[in-house]
């Protein structure tokens, strides 16, 4: 008893430090923006989202009664007599990793003060992002036309529709998002909005989310369009 009134009588004290040093804001928080922490938490809360879809695809695809389509084939392209297997998908993956390198070339204009530049280059992000997107829009009409549904699919299991427009669907409508964000913030860089108030932090915050999508991208790829 006098040994478990001794632990508390230690334990007590620290557990107040630490408590009072976090409420304080003393070491944890004051030198994190704001605007960064809340995006840092949202796209945690995606990344659970992604994997939560990505892990119940895998489950889908390993469980299905019917033989599941041959995405080499389903996403291949005819060009000039020849089907290429997955040429539309390779070229939407080299677009959006262009434009992550885009994007980071934004930000570090953004914090040399260099308005112009930054703004350009956001505008080329969009630019890429908006091409993905219509290329995806493509792809999408290419399966309905061929008769896939999100309930049916007549190359084989039933579940490869659901699976495709729920995943690749949702992530499209990060990159739309991200789109509609970019040229928001570019416009504002544009007419010296942040020039005026000295915080190019939303252009670096805009990037976070832009590189996520980017990488969410790349987990579908390999697990959706290679496996």
Same mark, same amino acid.
């Given at each position: 008893?006098?040994?478990? /009134?001794?632990?508390?009588?230690?334990?007590?004290? @620290?557990?107040?430090?630490?408590?009072?040093?976090?409420?304080?804001?003393?070491?944890?928080?004051?030198?994190?923006?704001?605007?960064?922490?809340?995006?840092? /938490?949202? %796209?945690?809360?995606?990344? +659970?989202? =992604?994997?939560? =879809?990505?892990?119940?695809?895998?489950?889908?695809?390993?469980?299905?009664?019917?033989?599941?389509?041959?995405?080499?084939?389903?996403?291949?392209? @005819?060009?000039?007599?020849?089907? /290429?297997?997955? /040429?539309? !998908?390779?070229?939407?993956?080299?677009? %959006? !990793?262009?434009?992550?390198?885009?994007?980071?070339?934004?930000?570090?204009?953004?914090?040399?003060?260099?308005?112009?530049?930054?703004? &350009? *280059?956001?505008?080329?992000?969009?630019?890429?992002? @908006?091409?993905?997107?219509?290329?995806?829009?493509?792809?999408?009409?290419?399966?309905?036309?061929?008769?896939?549904?999100?309930?049916?699919?007549?190359?084989? #299991?039933?579940?490869?529709? &659901?699976?495709? +427009?729920? $995943?690749?669907?949702?992530?499209? *409508?990060?990159?739309?998002?991200?789109?509609? *964000?970019?040229?928001? !913030?570019?416009?504002?860089?544009?007419?010296?909005?942040?020039?005026? @108030?000295?915080?190019?932090? #939303?252009?670096? !915050?805009?990037?976070?989310?832009?590189? +996520?999508?980017?990488?969410?991208?790349?987990? $579908? =790829?390999? +697990?959706?369009?290679?496996?």
């Amino acid at each position: 008893m006098a040994q478990g /009134i001794r632990d508390r009588e230690v334990i007590a004290p @620290t557990l107040r430090e630490i408590a009072a040093d976090w409420s304080a804001d003393q070491e944890v928080f004051r030198q994190t923006h704001w605007g960064k922490a809340m995006m840092w /938490i949202f %796209l945690l809360s995606d990344t +659970f989202i =992604f994997s939560c =879809f990505l892990t119940g695809y895998m489950t889908v695809r390993a469980s299905a009664v019917l033989p599941w389509p041959n995405t080499a084939e389903v996403f291949a392209l @005819t060009i000039g007599g020849q089907s /290429i297997p997955l /040429i539309l !998908i390779a070229i939407m993956t080299f677009v %959006l !990793i262009s434009s992550s390198g885009t994007m980071a070339m934004a930000v570090n204009f953004g914090y040399r003060r260099d308005r112009r530049k930054t703004a &350009a *280059l956001m505008l080329l992000t969009a630019l890429f992002g @908006t091409t993905f997107v219509s290329m995806q829009a493509f792809e999408w009409t290419k399966l309905i036309e061929e008769g896939v549904r999100p309930w049916s699919n007549p190359m084989g #299991a039933p579940q490869f529709g &659901a699976s495709f +427009f729920m $995943i690749t669907g949702f992530h499209g *409508l990060h990159v739309t998002c991200g789109v509609i *964000l970019l040229l928001i !913030i570019a416009y504002k860089v544009a007419r010296g909005h942040y020039d005026r @108030t000295g915080d190019y932090s #939303a252009v670096e !915050i805009a990037g976070l989310y832009w590189h +996520f999508v980017d990488l969410v991208w790349v987990f $579908i =790829f390999a +697990f959706f369009y290679l496996w």
